[in-house]
């Protein structure tokens, strides 16, 4: 029998840590996109030593949220069109499938939920003044994608989402985030998803989805 250190599941605990909270700084800005970062930095920002740093290094890399450049150090890739084309791409096949297991089940009430919590934000953002989406809009954006996904009950599929809607984040932080302006036209996109799939009309449901990611695509690379 192999007996393994005392401190190996407590150095695994610390790397996991450290790459959560990677992904933590690049949502709260202390990362941005395209900004370069020495090893010695980056272990510093995560609690890590340079030799735990690097065991992460490579799952950071393989998940394209960290580029690697010789001689020029560790750089958060940039915002750039490929990436957004790239990143709306994956969004789209990954709820297309999270689409078509919604329609077999998740329940009429669950959806009549979903779209009495999306009615509601929109009747506070047109009855009040204030410039600023109301504050359960973006949260009632989320967890209308969270709750597809999570339909599919596939951890591959979750795990990827989770990976690409960093990457998302990261393109809304840098060009778009839920406005007044924006808000409406997002939800109206929801609204015509969740009627699909009450109906459930598996063509109308995809394509509305389709619809929605394409139009929050345009969106980014438009800026």
Do not use: C, W
């Not at 919590?117 to 809009?137: F, R």
């Amino acid at each position: 029998m192999i007996l393994h250190g005392a401190g190996s599941g407590t150095a695994a605990s610390a790397i996991e840590v450290g790459y959560q909270t990677f992904q933590a700084a690049l949502l709260d800005g202390r990362l941005r996109p395209g900004q370069f970062v020495s090893q010695k930095e980056l272990g510093a920002m995560l609690s890590l030593s340079i030799g735990a740093l690097r065991e992460i290094l490579p799952r950071l890399q393989s998940e394209g949220l960290l580029l690697v450049q010789p001689k020029r150090g560790l750089q958060i890739p940039a915002i750039d069109l490929p990436m957004i084309r790239d990143a709306f791409q994956m969004r789209a096949a990954l709820e297309r499938e999270a689409v078509l297991q919604a329609i077999r089940k998740i329940s009429d009430d669950v959806l009549e939920g979903q779209r009495a919590q999306h009615l509601a934000v929109l009747d506070a953002l047109e009855k009040s003044t204030d410039h600023n989406v109301p504050p359960e809009g973006q949260e009632v954006d989320a967890k209308l994608h969270s709750l597809l996904i999570e339909t599919t009950d596939n951890n591959l599929l979750r795990q990827s989402y989770h990976i690409n809607s960093i990457r998302i984040r990261l393109i809304r932080t840098d060009r778009i985030k839920l406005t007044r302006a924006t808000l409406p036209a997002a939800f109206a996109d929801h609204l015509e998803i969740i009627d699909a799939i009450l109906m459930r009309d598996r063509h109308r449901a995809v394509d509305a989805m389709d619809a929605h990611i394409a139009n929050a695509r345009d969106r980014a690379m438009e800026l």
